[in-house]
């Protein structure tokens, strides 16, 4: 049984044809002609007069009923829950006995016009069959003459004389309930709370399997590594999720894409055009970009000089950059990824789908929060992601901010700094404290995009608390609990992590005013203590 059957009404030239061509397009509609139906039963010239005459004579025949017997005959061959439109009905009986046969699926949109304006269009329209030579012998036909008075029975009229074509579309889009109502909370967002580097896509791996559509907002200036076996695999542009489930793949319009970096992810994770989609606008990074961070970002600030900030300050320059501004849907390697990725997550809310978007970096290099200048070039709050991704703040249910045992800041560059941190301390101190090896740790502590290594810190309970008020969590994802005490790394339950560990988590816990739902104890498949209540 069809999920929706759609029956289309209105005069001649009131726009069915463009309206049936766009549900099929946007939506996914199977379409059926009424001149099909007709000519499938019944040898007919493919003219206009000729179709009416042969349409009321079936009208006659089966008192309206064949459109009904015909579709059902149709609709045998298509998959349970698919959508169906109808151009056109042009009588009551037969709408009627379409109810009879569908039931509560029907749902009947009337389009109309003044009579001027249909007139224009008729005389205007590309011709698929021989028309009549005015529109006044169309409207002599008798049943044509009439079909104005099914507007009645409609469940929805659209004049098309006041809307354009994309403006009837989401009129009737949202009468068959394709944007879903704007308080269903589907969307969870998981940002870092500190400098990045907090282990957002260790995380954001583990919870990917949940959802039906993971969206990556930021750029290439951050990597996060997923658990893999032989190698960890890491991410630069997409989701973090990506190899750990099937789920439809969205990079936003606020992010700024490596064309090269994308594609060659795109290769290696298998991705292919029926799951991933990438905004239009989405930032494209040109090699000056990169040229002109390596010379007066990194050696300044510890920038990873991957060009993303150049590309975000010319996409703001708009026509006045230099060089042009390109988007993603001006290049040729990525067009048969891109689409409107407002309209994909418009379609999955409607479904009632899960909605996962993984924030890059940390609130601490927040553009517009952080210790400017020592900061990133976007913002990395969970508004800044909902922005970049765009979604809207009333669509989410979960905001989970991941924080580790001991922030991070990448290494300062000769002579200069990277910024600043609390109480700074060595990785010496960190493989006392917690009994892992240095070397271990030398090893591990490498920044994923540039490979440098890393500064660490006591951790900062005044940065936490200013990333709860930027943020409003509602968990917390704690990480590395194992540099706490090596002992965690035996932990599978909260209980079995050491007495220290517990003690810093509720603290945490009061801190934040958020519960610490997901806490990680090392790197590996079964390293995440879950403890959420959703």
């Known amino acids: 049984m069809p999920r929706q059957v759609v029956l289309l009404s209105g005069p001649v030239a009131s726009g069915k044809t463009t309206l049936a061509e766009a549900l099929e397009v946007k939506y996914a509609f199977h379409r059926f002609k009424t001149r099909q139906l007709i000519e499938s039963i019944r040898e007919v010239k493919s003219e206009r007069r000729a179709l009416q005459r042969a349409g009321e004579a079936l009208d006659r025949r089966t008192k309206g009923e064949w459109i009904a017997e015909a579709l059902a005959k149709e609709v045998q061959s298509l998959p349970d829950e698919c959508r169906v439109v109808v151009d056109s009905v042009r009588i009551k009986p037969q709408i009627d006995a379409v109810r009879r046969a569908f039931g509560a699926h029907v749902?009947?949109?009337?389009?109309?016009?003044?009579?001027?304006?249909?007139?224009?269009?008729?005389?205007?329209?590309?011709?698929?069959?021989?028309?009549?030579?005015?529109?006044?012998?169309?409207?002599?036909?008798?049943?044509?003459?009439?079909?104005?008075?099914l507007a009645v029975a409609a469940d929805i009229v659209v004049d098309t004389e006041r809307s354009t074509n994309e403006g009837v579309l989401v009129r009737v889009a949202s009468r068959l309930g394709f944007y879903g109502r704007s308080v269903d909370r589907l969307v969870d967002v998981l940002v870092g709370g500190q400098y990045g580097s907090e282990g957002k896509g260790h995380v954001a791996s583990y919870l990917a399997p949940e959802y039906d559509l993971l969206v990556r907002a930021g750029g290439p200036n951050a990597g996060h590594t997923v658990y893999e076996e032989p190698q960890p695999y890491p991410h630069h542009q997409l989701p973090s999720g990506t190899r750990f489930s099937e789920a439809k793949l969205v990079i936003a319009p606020g992010a700024v894409l490596s064309v090269d970096k994308l594609l060659k992810e795109i290769a290696e994770c298998e991705v292919g055009t029926d799951r991933l989609v990438i905004d239009p606008r989405a930032m494209i990074i040109d090699p000056d970009d990169v040229a002109f961070e390596k010379k007066h970002l990194e050696g300044s600030i510890g920038s990873t000089a991957q060009g993303v900030g150049s590309a975000s300050s010319r996409k703001i320059l708009r026509s006045a950059a230099s060089p042009a501004v390109?988007?993603?849907?001006?290049?040729?390697?990525?067009?048969?990824?891109?689409?409107?990725?407002?309209?994909?997550?418009?379609?999955?809310?409607?479904?009632?789908?899960?909605?996962?978007?993984?924030?890059?970096?940390?609130?601490?290099?927040?553009?517009?929060?952080?210790?400017?200048?020592?900061?990133?070039?976007?913002?990395?709050?969970?508004?800044?992601?909902?922005?970049?991704?765009?979604?809207?703040?009333?669509?989410?249910?979960?905001?989970?901010?991941?924080?580790?045992?001991?922030?991070?800041?990448?290494?300062?560059?000769?002579?200069?700094?990277?910024?600043?941190?609390?109480?700074?301390?060595?990785?010496?101190?960190?493989?006392?404290?917690?009994?892992?090896?240095?070397?271990?740790?030398?090893?591990?502590?490498?920044?994923?995009?540039?490979?440098?290594?890393?500064?660490?810190?006591?951790?900062?309970?005044?940065?936490?608390?200013?990333?709860?008020?930027?943020?409003?969590?509602?968990?917390?994802?704690?990480?590395?609990?194992?540099?706490?005490?090596?002992?965690?790394?035996?932990?599978?339950?909260?209980?079995?992590?050491?007495?220290?560990?517990?003690?810093?988590?509720?603290?945490?816990?009061?801190?934040?005013?958020?519960?610490?739902?997901?806490?990680?104890?090392?790197?590996?498949?079964?390293?995440?203590?879950?403890?959420?209540?959703w």
């Not at 070397?439 to 936490?464: G, H, I, N, P, Y």
Request: hydrophobic share 35%; charged share 35%; aromatic share 8%.
């Open 326 to 533: 390109q988007l993603a849907k001006d290049i040729a390697q990525l067009k048969p990824f891109v689409g409107e990725t407002l309209e994909v997550l418009e379609r999955a809310f409607a479904d009632g789908k899960r909605v996962f978007v993984e924030g890059t970096q940390g609130t601490g290099l927040s553009l517009h929060h952080g210790f400017y200048p020592y900061v990133t070039s976007r913002e990395t709050s969970v508004s800044g992601c909902l922005a970049e991704a765009g979604v809207a703040p009333t669509r989410v249910r979960r905001t989970i901010i991941a924080v580790r045992s001991y922030p991070i800041r990448v290494e300062s560059p000769k002579g200069a700094t990277s910024g600043p941190m609390e109480r700074e301390l060595t990785w010496a101190t960190i493989s006392d404290r917690s009994r892992i090896p240095l070397e271990e740790l030398e090893q591990t502590e490498k920044t994923t995009t540039t490979k440098k290594k890393r500064r660490v810190a006591e951790f900062d309970w005044l940065l936490l608390r200013k990333s709860v008020s930027l943020n409003g969590p509602t968990d917390i994802a704690l990480t590395f609990v194992d540099y706490l005490d090596i002992d965690n790394r035996k932990a599978r339950r909260f209980e079995q992590l050491t007495r220290d560990t517990v003690q810093f988590i509720e603290e945490v816990e009061r801190v934040a005013g958020a519960p610490v739902s997901l806490i990680t104890t090392r790197f590996d498949y079964r390293s995440i203590i879950d403890r959420r209540a």
């Open 107 to 149: 749902i009947h949109i009337h389009l109309t016009a003044s009579e001027e304006e249909l007139r224009r269009r008729y005389e205007g329209r590309e011709r698929s069959i021989e028309e009549l030579d005015s529109y006044a012998e169309v409207r002599a036909d008798k049943t044509e003459r009439l079909v104005g008075r």
